[in-house]
């Protein structure tokens, strides 16, 4: 295996799991609202809130770096996409 096969399936798994998290993420802020106003009676609603918010903040630290090490991870293969294909060129046939 070559290391640009390694990158690109590292990179493949790592994107993927960024997606399940985005996607995960969405679904959960899919029936989150902005500002309730609830009575005493209602209290359920104000849990049921705060846990979807905690999930949330806990997930969007993983969902940035996740993110980040997806873009640089692209970058890397395409650097050396562009280098393998500079010394292909480059050499005497």
């Keep these: 295996m070559t290391p640009m096969v390694g990158l690109l399936i590292s990179w ?6 960024l997606v399940v998290l985005l996607i995960s993420k969405s679904t959960l ?3 989150e609202d902005d500002s309730i106003f609830l009575n005493d009676t209602e209290s359920q609603m104000e849990k049921d809130q705060v ?3 905690a999930k949330v903040n806990k997930i969007t630290p993983i969902l940035k770096v996740l993110g980040a090490l997806s873009g640089v991870m692209i970058l890397v293969i395409a650097g050396l996409f562009v280098y393998q294909g500079l010394m ?3 050499t005497p046939q």
């Design 29 to 31: 802020t899919m029936h």
């Design 88 to 90: 292909m060129a480059s």
């Design 12 to 17: 493949g798994v790592l994107t993927t799991i």
């Design 51 to 53: 846990e979807i918010l």
